[in-house]
């Protein structure tokens, strides 16, 4: 007889930086929940975004593949007024991985950010959700509920829903509850919690009053921040996370649940980056890598920490594999599965690579070494030994520099093109953190 597939919790949050849990290495704020999520799994030290951007590791994250194979993995990022443009969204269908676990039998919902397409052509419910509460495009206001279009954006599957409260505690409240129904049904299930949090506007408890006018008016929704609000939102985060995973523990089949948790891409104005340069829309560390951890009892030691080198939609590969569910052949994933890693074996080496139209910018991550282009100029570092890409070897050694940048055009070739009609936008090189 077959053994019993696993329950799935995969927990996204939206532009949290590397460093700003506790266990990897914030001491502004504490995040006992993330924390201890560490401590009964395995956390990952070289985990990088599939993109310095949200929609596109979200695209990533969805099908298991690059993102650059669909045109809505193009953009950067999706914008409301991208809405009417052709193919600018999830294709209704696609082999996703809610779809291929919900064709297995999971029970599958999506709480929180969906952002991959709006509404009549594009939802999660067209692409294998069965259930949706959340955010159709990039935010909401935590406390007004008004997106990126400038209207109401707080949906119950494709129906706005009126709810009073602050995001990320409805979206924990929400999450507890489907767990504790969910975890009592005969199939397992699969639900994706993509929490909205910490990505701006910047709105706390502490500041309900101004958030809210601040949201409601539309009046400087990237201002109004400061360490102190990050931190309260990040508090605030981490104890909706520890209510879900409670109900996780408490509930039947708790045991055999595969716990996930990443980011989309690395910090943004108010993150602890410390251990890197750059933040979100960089290639740099700062804008690409992320915390993650994998928690499975009986199937990951307590406590581990690797070092090995992975992408987000790896994650996906590891998804399938852990359930036993195939991808579709005619889709092969460009993903790797992890769970070798998470169970005890050894690291292997890994090849990535990115690409934005945002200043130009092309990177590759082989082995200890990274390839970075931004505009015209060339960097070539020993991330293993340099994480703060500060000392360029380039000239230093022109064989490999030309080695990876062969390498990264020859990938690339493989890609969609980037649309010829897109004005990219120049950088002052100057400004660089090196």
């Not at 950010?113 to 999660?124: A, F, I, M, N, T």
């Not at 070092?307 to 399938?320: G, K």
Request: charged share 25%; with cysteine.
């Amino acid at each position: 007889m077959p053994a019993p597939r696993p329950n799935i919790l995969f927990i996204v949050v939206d532009d949290c930086g590397y460093a700003d849990l506790g266990c990897t290495g914030q001491t502004d704020y504490q995040t006992p929940s993330l924390d201890r999520l560490a401590a009964e799994g395995i956390r990952f030290t070289q985990a990088y975004a599939n993109s310095a951007l949200c929609t596109n590791t979200r695209v990533a994250l969805m099908t298991g593949r690059y993102q650059y194979r669909l045109p809505i993995g193009l953009v950067e990022p999706l914008r409301w007024s991208d809405r009417e443009a052709p193919e600018m969204g999830m294709p209704p269908g696609f082999p996703t991985l809610p779809t291929l676990l919900g064709g297995a039998g999971y029970r599958t919902a999506l709480i929180g950010k969906w952002h991959l397409g709006y509404l009549p052509r594009y939802s999660p419910l067209k692409s294998g959700y069965e259930e949706f509460f959340g955010v159709m495009g990039g935010f909401t206001g935590y406390y007004a509920h008004i997106g990126d279009s400038g209207e109401h954006d707080l949906y119950e599957g494709e129906t706005p829903a009126e709810r009073a409260g602050y995001v990320t505690d409805m979206l924990s409240e929400r999450a507890a509850a489907w767990i504790a129904d969910a975890a009592a049904q005969a199939k397992p299930y699969f639900l994706s919690l993509h929490y909205t949090a910490p990505h701006w506007p910047w709105s706390a408890p502490s500041v309900e009053a101004a958030a809210r006018q601040r949201e409601t008016e539309r009046s400087e929704l990237t201002e109004g921040g400061n360490t102190r609000i990050y931190g309260e939102m990040m508090q605030c985060l981490d104890a909706g996370i520890g209510r879900v995973l409670d109900a996780v523990r408490q509930g039947p089949g708790g045991e055999d649940t595969l716990v996930v948790f990443t980011s989309d891409n690395g910090g943004e104005r108010f993150s602890k980056i410390w251990p890197f340069v750059g933040r979100k829309f960089d290639l740099l560390e700062g804008g690409l890598r992320v915390p993650q951890i994998c928690r499975w009892p009986g199937r990951i030691a307590p406590g581990t920490v690797t070092n090995q080198v992975c992408i987000t939609m790896d994650l996906t590969a590891t998804c399938l594999a852990a359930t036993g569910v195939p991808s579709v052949p005619r889709y092969p994933l460009d993903g790797v599965d992890l769970l070798p890693v998470l169970t005890g074996a050894k690291e292997f080496e890994r090849t990535l690579f990115w690409r934005m139209r945002h200043r130009y910018q092309r990177a590759v991550r082989r082995g200890g070494w990274k390839y970075l282009k931004i505009a015209e100029r060339e960097f070539l570092f020993d991330i293993e030994y340099d994480p703060r890409e500060r000392g360029d070897l380039s000239k230093k050694q022109p064989e490999l520099l030309a080695e990876l940048r062969a390498l990264w055009e020859y990938w690339d070739r493989g890609m969609l093109p980037l649309p010829e009609n897109v004005v990219m936008p120049m950088s002052n090189l100057s400004a660089m953190p090196w």
